[in-house]
Structures are given as C-alpha cells and as structure tokens.
C-alpha cells in the first residue's frame, strides 16, 4: 500500500492503491485532511478547509 508523508505532522499516511489524483484522505496522526496530489510517488497537501461565510443576514431588526 502507497503511503505519502503528511506534511502536516510527518506521519505516514495510507492511501489507498487505485485512489486518484484529488482524492481527499485523513491523516490518523493529526486529523488533518489531505488532497492527494501525485501518486508516485505519493505526494500530499493540506487541504484548508476555507469557510466563506457571505454575510449572513441576522433578521433581528
Ligand atoms: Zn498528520
């Protein structure tokens, strides 16, 4: 089984042998979700989860 470094914690991360480009996997160490983003060798990126909040319209007036 390919496994890629997470280059958040330096663990070990396994992936899975047909996954593809793009695919999302989780670090066991930190928790981390990492986008796969070559296969050989296996390379890992930190996907930031980007939370784009439009202004949310409070009714309270
Ligand atoms: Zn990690």
Same mark, same amino acid.
């Given at each position: 089984? &390919?496994? !890629?470094?997470? &280059?958040?914690?330096?663990? =070990?991360?396994? @992936? ?5 480009? !793009? %695919? +999302?996997?989780?670090?066991? %160490?930190?928790?981390?979700?990492? *986008? @796969?983003? !070559?296969?050989? &060798? @296996?390379?890992?990126? +930190?996907?930031?989860? *980007?939370?784009?909040? =439009? =202004?949310? =319209? *409070?009714? %309270?007036?």
């Amino acid at each position: 089984m &390919p496994t !890629g470094t997470c &280059p958040e914690c330096e663990a =070990d991360v396994h @992936v899975d042998t047909d996954a593809d480009k !793009g %695919e +999302i996997v989780d670090c066991e %160490e930190c928790g981390v979700q990492l *986008e @796969v983003v !070559g296969l050989d &060798p @296996v390379e890992l990126d +930190i996907v930031e989860e *980007e939370e784009l909040d =439009d =202004d949310e =319209d *409070e009714d %309270e007036y």
